[in-house]
């Protein structure tokens, strides 16, 4: 059964950090291109990173310089250090998995994990 599921959400306050994981069950973790994804009240899904398989990276242009992912095969681990926080960050954050290089179209993604909450307070 696959299953990702994250945590490290929570309430902080601007300008303040936080760190997301995401532990992967039953996907092929290190062959898999893992993305972090948010929605926010009344918006759409939106790509915030991801990390191939190889290691590289790649960043919506909103999170570029403060957000941080990488994986841990041997844990079949994904995280997201995200510094400098802004209240427009708040919104649920999602993990998903994909076998597509460094996508960042949801719609390549096959699996999903339940989301986490983000809450940016000014």
């Known amino acids: 059964q696959v299953q990702l599921v994250e945590s490290g959400g929570g309430l902080v306050q601007a300008g303040e950090s936080l760190r997301l994981s995401c532990a992967a069950n039953g996907v092929p973790f290190s062959s898999s291109t893992m993305g972090w994804f948010r929605q926010a009240p009344g918006k759409e899904r939106e790509f915030v990173a991801s990390?191939?398989?190889?290691?590289?990276?790649r960043y919506a242009d909103s999170v570029k310089d403060r957000f941080t992912t990488s994986r841990n095969n041997a844990k079949s681990t994904v995280y997201l250090q995200m510094n400098s926080l802004k209240p427009e960050d708040t919104a649920v954050y999602y993990c998903?998995?994909?076998?597509?290089?460094?996508?960042?179209?949801?719609?390549?993604?096959?699996?999903w994990g339940q989301g986490t909450q983000v809450t940016v307070s000014s």
């Open positions: 998903a998995a994909s076998n597509k290089p460094l996508s960042i179209d949801l719609r390549e993604y096959d699996y």
């Open positions: 990390i191939s398989r190889s290691h590289f990276e």
